[in-house]
């Protein structure tokens, strides 16, 4: 008789324990089908707002509701059982107070069961960041290149290209990581100022547009598989063209149904 060993998801602890000793792996996920494929071979899941682009075809991550994020990182936990998931907050979730940004970030967990939240934190919000890991609620803080600000930013643009900017980045890196921010997303940022800051950093640095020496990467899955549409970020590396075979396979499907070849009497029942 065999013995059933469960799997144990990786947690907030592991991936702190990973700095300096292996490279963390991430990609996003938004729903079953993708988070189970791509569970095995990482390291964390982010359930992003890019969901709202990826997933929605709305124009900006500003459009993210919380219901929303709640019902695609359910799907996501559902699906894994390996990688750890953390959860992105939407735009206006958080922000606020405190006290708001507690009471949705502990629905986000309570009704998902997922590992943590990522909030989009610069110095003004760190104390934020503390209220909330002082109740139990792990915290993965994002700088840099902020895409809920992107309407103060003026665009998608990189950060930290001049002295000025730097030094806010380094600011709010060092003011979130003071709040108990387990880890860092270093988005859109200067490369050697991302280095930096990964190398001076006792906690681990995720990059994605920043720096090889981060202490991981993560990108939307979406874009190196070819899915990202017409647009690709300068920091995207393609590793595949499914748009194309998905766009082949489907031709293929409509010629079939419109020639009759499709079903065959080997797809029905009863025949």
Do not use: W
Not at 14 to 35: E, F, N
Not at 185 to 203: D, T, Y
């Amino acid at each position: 008789m065999s013995t059933h060993i469960p799997t144990r998801r990786l947690t907030i602890p592991d991936l702190a324990a990973m700095k300096g000793r292996q490279k963390i792996v991430a990609l996003t996920a938004y729903s079953a089908p993708i988070a189970r494929l791509i569970d095995p071979l990482l390291d964390f899941i982010l359930v992003g707002d890019s969901t709202a682009m990826v997933a929605y075809g709305r124009r900006s991550t500003l459009a993210m509701r919380l219901e929303e994020t709640i019902s695609h990182t359910r799907a996501v936990m559902n699906s894994t059982e390996h990688a750890c998931v953390i959860a992105d907050m939407p735009f206006g979730s958080y922000q606020a107070s405190p006290e708001q940004a507690f009471r949705n970030c502990a629905q986000v967990l309570a009704e998902t069961g997922c590992d943590a939240v990522k909030l989009e934190s610069n110095l003004a919000l760190a104390p934020t960041v503390a209220f909330l890991v002082e109740r139990g609620i792990p915290v993965m803080a994002h700088v840099g290149l902020m895409p809920q600000f992107v309407n103060v930013m003026g665009g998608y643009k990189a950060q930290g290209l001049t002295e000025t900017s730097a030094a806010t980045i380094v600011e709010d890196a060092r003011a979130n990581f003071a709040a108990g921010a387990f880890g860092l997303l270093l988005e859109g940022v200067a490369e050697p100022l991302a280095r930096r800051i990964s190398e001076q950093s006792a906690q681990p640095c995720i990059g994605i547009g920043a720096s090889p020496a981060c202490d991981g990467q993560i990108l939307v899955t979406e874009d190196l598989l070819g899915l990202g549409g017409q647009r690709k970020p300068r920091f995207v590396k393609q590793y595949a063209d499914l748009a194309a075979v998905i766009r082949v396979a489907c031709a293929r499907y409509a010629n079939d149904v419109r020639q009759g070849e499709f079903p065959e009497l080997a797809h029905c029942y009863g025949s």
